[in-house]
Antibody
Framework: QVTLRESGPALVKPTQTLTLTCTFS??????????VNWIRQPPGKALEWLAR???????YYSTSLKTRLTISKDTSKNQVVLTMTNMDPVDTATYYC??????????????WGQGTLVTVSS | QSVLTQPPSVSGAPGQRVTISCTGS?????????VHWYQQLPGTAPKLLIY???NRPSGVPDRFSGSKSGTSASLAITGLQAEDETDYYC???????????FGGGTKLTVL
């Protein structure tokens, strides 16, 4: 049974750095073809892909947010961590981690975490 | 402004058939990258509905189907039910952006 769960602060101040952790089970990120992605959704708005990390530690980032994002993994802990620097109120959103169903660039996301709402406010 | 364009809303009566379009360009759907569809109930995470243009994950009713042609894709829902009333998103990959792209989402209303 595949599960993912996001954790992190519910509130961050502008200019601070956000660190989110995705803890998963039911699969291993050391298995060929596996990847974990981060996606966010501002309240009432559409989904936005942020980043992806592959089983072989390849990393991919949204072009528009690339300078602010870092994704990493701890295979032994079954965790993926996303950091986003210089947070702004427009970054207020529910942040999801999701498993990619394969190694293709445009793979689908077959399992999602419940999401964690992050509010950016002073 | 999303890279993939979906109608903001569609509606249909119970039992009817509706389609939701997802229009892209030559750098995403037109480049033959897969299109995937998600259903998102209020307050919950998106759920994979269609993957690889036309495939349904186990457990998804066959009332849901996907298609793709040129630079567009569509999600069709037949035999509309009240429980289908929610938001739907398409997803693909864009080679110009070198990243995953989503549509702006479509709210389905069952009349």
């Amino acid at each position: 049974q595949v599960t993912l769960r996001e954790s992190g602060p519910a509130l961050v101040k502008p200019t601070q750095t956000l660190t989110l952790t995705c803890t998963f089970s039911g699969f291993s990120l050391s298995t060929d073809g596996m990847c974990v992605n981060w996606i966010r959704q501002p309240p009432g708005k559409a989904l936005e892909w942020l980043a992806r990390i592959d089983w072989d530690d390849d990393k991919y980032y949204s072009t528009s947010l690339k300078t602010r994002l870092t994704i990493s993994k701890d295979t032994s802990k079954n965790q993926v961590v996303l950091t986003m620097t210089n947070m702004d109120p427009v970054d207020t959103a529910t942040y999801y981690c999701a498993r990619g169903n394969g190694a293709a660039a445009g793979t689908d996301f077959d399992y999602w975490g419940q999401g964690t709402l992050v509010t950016v406010s002073s | 402004q999303s890279v993939l364009t979906q109608p903001p809303s569609v509606s249909g009566a119970p039992g009817q058939r509706v389609t939701i379009s997802c229009t892209g360009s030559s750098s995403n759907i037109g480049a033959n990258y897969d299109v995937h569809w998600y259903q998102q109930l209020p307050g919950t995470a998106p759920k994979l509905l269609i993957y690889g243009d036309i495939n349904r994950p186990s457990g998804v009713p066959d009332r849901f189907s996907g298609s793709k042609s040129g630079t567009s894709a569509s999600l069709a829902i037949t035999g509309l039910q009240a429980e289908d009333e929610t938001d739907y998103y398409c997803q693909s990959y864009d080679s110009s952006l070198s990243g995953v792209v989503f549509g702006g989402g479509t709210k389905l209303t069952v009349l």
